[in-house]
């Protein structure tokens, strides 16, 4: 099985119906699928490929003295003098740092921050009009998914982006690249290397490798989509294997409901909820704490107790 890759500007032609079809099986049956031909300039995404790999080579010597780095060398050490070790499952190999509106970004390279802000405009649209499509798709108004997300426009969505490298890891069996997960937001996507892979999706439990396709747009919905859609759609289940080989570069933006945003299942006349309501940031006090852990009991720890 392969992820599904949809060419996203055959949404205005002819094929736009069996397009949606591509997107809505993407949604219903993998929780993961890739656009093509998505409208973001292929010059903007070299650009970006470019300055977050000279931002990672500024931060490289520092990741070598990082703790997963450290402990990777002493368990190998240990296992030298013939000592028992078990692999890591607590922190992964992963050097990250975050991108929003309010935080300080590298002013180094010096077109980091003109690339960064341009191509995080461009995929904030493409974000809403997949959130378009998936309306569309479970029979809701348009713009459903992003009134939930922003408290009926009174609220500005959270739009956050992690840019990643996992860098060559020596003992790939000691220690994970990043621990599966499903995301806590809405709608991510995720540009990632085109060369070196390491990506995987949980599909009918099985990890199937989410193939590096140059250019492309990897789009995966995240735990609010599944609630909005009331289980029709489904976050799924990932993580990114380490590598012997390459320098992997993934760069995911998420597109996520204001942390005040009150976030309800949609369900039709005589249907029944299969899922709380609740405010995001108090999901998200949840999801911190038991990210790697089964969402299920993160929608029920928010869950308001009824009252006497």
């Known amino acids: 099985m392969v992820v599904p890759v949809i060419d996203f500007s055959k949404l205005d032609g002819a094929e736009r119906a069996e397009t949606m079809a591509q997107i809505a099986d993407g949604c219903e049956n993998w929780g993961f699928f890739q656009l093509v031909n998505h409208g973001i300039p ?16 500024l931060r490289e010597a520092a990741f070598r003295s990082s703790e997963p780095v ?4 002493r368990l190998v050490e240990a296992e030298r003098r013939g000592e028992a070790v078990a692999p890591v ?22 077109a980091f921050k003109e690339t960064m802000r341009e191509y995080r405009a461009e ?4 974000a809403e009009r997949v959130m378009e499509a998936m309306d569309e798709n479970l029979g809701l108004d348009k713009g459903r998914m992003k009134a ?19 860098p060559p890891c020596p003992r790939p069996d000691l220690i994970t690249g990043l621990r599966a997960h499903t995301d806590a937001g809405g709608v991510i996507l995720l540009f990632q290397d085109d060369k070196v892979g390491g990506l995987e999706v949980l599909k009918d439990g099985e990890w ?7 250019d492309a747009i990897v789009v995966n919905t995240g735990d609010q989509v599944e609630v909005l859609s009331n289980g029709r759609y489904r976050s799924a289940w ?12 993934s760069i995911a933006s998420f597109y996520n409901p204001a942390f005040e945003a009150a976030i309800s299942p949609a369900v039709g006349e005589g249907g029944a909820a299969a899922y709380p ?13 038991q990210k790697f852990d089964a969402k299920e009991p993160r929608f029920e720890a928010v869950k308001a107790p009824k009252a006497a």
């Not at 199937?208 to 140059?214: E, H, R, S, T, Y």
């Not at 309501?277 to 704490?289: A, E, Q």
Request: net charge negative; glycine share 6%; charged share 30%.
């Open 277 to 289: 309501d609740y405010v995001f940031g108090d999901y998200m006090d949840v999801y911190n704490k």
């Open 42 to 57: 292929l010059e903007l995404l070299d650009c970006v490929k470019k300055v977050c790999s000279e931002s990672y080579r």
């Open 238 to 249: 990932h993580r990114v294997l380490p590598m012997r080989n390459g320098n992997r570069r």
């Open 89 to 110: 499952d607590d922190m992964d190999w992963e050097d990250i740092f975050y991108l929003h509106d309010d935080n300080q970004w590298p002013s180094d390279p010096p």
């Open 148 to 166: 939930a997300f922003t408290g009926d426009g009174l609220l500005a969505p959270f739009f956050g982006t992690k840019v990643s490298h996992y």
């Open 70 to 73: 450290q402990t990777l060398e």
């Open 123 to 126: 995929l904030k649209k493409l």
């Open 208 to 214: 199937l490798d989410v193939q590096p396709l140059p």
